[in-house]
């Protein structure tokens, strides 16, 4: 008898950390729908690339910034779900998607810091409240946040702020999700190789060795860090780890 595979939900997975974790999740043997913001030939690459493990993917176009589709969004979930799958729940969900903004506290617009709430706390939260009903018992909940949360750089305040209520956030929806026992964790990336911030760190070669120089191992980030990590949140071997904040950075700023 085949063994039904479990099925992941990751916003943000065209690119760069997105992808990996979609790539990550699809290794390890789920089933994948994943949103793009506008880049369609990216995400059905993706899409092919896990057709190609053997697994399910399908990707869906969502701007999260645009809080008033989300009920669509669910309900174009609920369909492929109860077409394709026999009803509409699914096991994991991954809050990854958004992009980053450089303003110093002084400088900081209206609109930016209007930006980063609806992006990075407010789609997190209303996208898990609406989602919550269609997840199975025992599933997980993957919140992305920063290692900016812990450590801070000049400019990086507009991102960070929403990713610290982010993190508060997702202590309370480990206690108030326990009746699915469903499992709330945030991870939070250090510096990574990736187009994030204009690629700032992938590009600028003075700023790459810097950050190189105050991580333990040596090194920047690079994309493949991340979405193993997710992926093991992702699955039986983390049914113990709850309300937790995991650090991907290599060990920056120790």
């Not at 099925?7 to 997975?13: C, D, K, Q, S």
Request: proline letters at 2%; one cysteine or more; hydrophobic letters at 40%.
């Amino acid at each position: 008898m085949t063994t039904k595979s479990k099925i992941a939900l990751v916003t943000g997975g065209s690119r760069g950390l997105g992808k990996d974790m979609v790539l990550s999740l699809a290794k390890k043997g789920l089933n994948v729908i994943f949103t793009y913001n506008n880049n369609k030939i990216e995400a059905d690459k993706v899409v092919a690339e896990v057709l190609a493990m053997g697994q399910k993917a399908i990707a869906y176009q969502l701007d999260v910034s645009k809080l008033n589709t989300f009920d669509a969004f669910v309900s174009q979930i609920n369909e492929h779900l109860q077409e394709h799958e026999g009803n509409p729940n699914f096991d994991y969900l991954i809050n990854n998607a958004g992009f980053g903004a450089y303003e110093k506290i002084t400088e900081t617009t209206e609109a930016t810091l209007d930006q980063m709430y609806a992006v990075h706390l407010k789609a997190p939260y209303l996208l898990s409240q609406k989602l919550f009903p269609f997840m199975n018992e025992n599933g997980a909940i993957v919140n992305i946040s920063s290692g900016l949360t812990r450590f801070a750089y000049d400019g990086y305040a507009p991102y960070a702020s929403m990713k610290g209520a982010l993190e508060t956030l997702t202590k309370y929806m480990a206690k108030e999700f326990t009746s699915k026992k469903i499992r709330v964790n945030v991870l939070a990336p250090g510096a990574i190789e990736t187009d994030f911030g204009g690629g700032a760190v992938r590009d600028n070669k003075d700023l790459n060795a810097m950050i190189a120089n105050q991580t333990a191992l040596g090194r920047v980030g690079v994309v493949d860090d991340i979405g193993s990590v997710v992926a093991f949140l992702c699955s039986d071997d983390a049914k113990w780890v709850n309300a937790q904040r995991l650090e991907v950075s290599g060990g920056i700023h120790i």
